[in-house]
């Protein structure tokens, strides 16, 4: 299989364009047209995740983090991320990062959390702005069945999990060809009114040139009339952070023991509830995998009784105020699932790709 039917794959389930700018996943090395044998799946590239891919074969290591974050100028070995990129490049093995992009993607790297917690009732923390276009279109009555299947199969006029989703209003159109034009209706240089289908959709904004090019294969025109709009809505399938409901609610002591137990963390620095805050048990959870402290707020805003993510500094820790149960469980360990997600991705698409998880536990942290 080649590499790039591989990254297909993945990146229309995680579009890179919702990763954040300071991420750089997608290709690191490798070759879109290399022929892919086995891929190797882990959170982190180091060395020794490198080795693993030698010795077992695998041609493409696919992580979570990507081993390259800002531009090099040299590779001369001098850290592990030199070293691990040029045995990589030396034994012809490709790597690709998926971070930000499957973070933020509704049914990313949260809700692979949220299902190991059970979470039900499940939804985006911070819903992502500023993704969504509105395509609006004319077409000869007799056409327009035919444009809107055209535009659904590019991506658009999906709405949550309702899709083929599109408004249709009558009305008619006037237009009047010069001598260059061959018109489908009408004669040229004389005004032509046609009985005529308004068509609007939305789709997510990276979709742009597929949907506009599918609108133009498939309509009757020699000029195709229609607007793109930006649209300023909310995407509740896209965003930071996930929040639901745990089906039975739990004291704060059986929540953290919970919790221990299902995210297989080793320590939980946690912070305590106020009897002010007036919650009787953990029902409510917001979660954010990786680096979360930013979400906090949103959490609070939203009801949570608990915050479950990694990497809150010290100071960050009085912003809970006793109303809201801070969990953080370590970064490695919030995302430590995610080469799951991976792979399930890969096996609806392949069912019979060889992948493998690393057996390397690449956390550079340490519990005494």
Known sequence: MKLLQIISAIEEFAPPALQ????????????????ITQALLCLDVTELVIDEAIHSGCNLVIAHHPIIFSGLKKLTGSNYVERALVKAIKHNIAIYAVHTNLDNVRFGVNQKIAQKLQLINTRVLSPAGGKLMKLYTFAPHDHAATIREALFAAGAGVIGNYDECSFNAEGYGTFRG???????????????????????????FWLKHKVVEALRQSHPYEEVAFDLVALENDWEQAGAGLIGDLPIGMQPDEFLQFLKEKLETGTIRFTSLEPSAGVSEIRTIALCGGSGSFLLQKAKNAGSHAFVTADFKYHQFFDAEGKIMVCDIGHYESEQFTPELIAEVLRRKFPTFATRFTSVVTNPINYY
């Open 20 to 35: 954040e700018e300071y991420d750089n996943s997608g290709l690191i090395t490798g070759n879109l047209t290399q022929e």
């Open 178 to 204: 010069n001598d260059e034009t061959n018109p489908y209706v009408g004669k040229q240089a004389i005004q032509h009114r046609e009985p005529e289908t308004k068509i609007e959709v939305v789709f997510p």
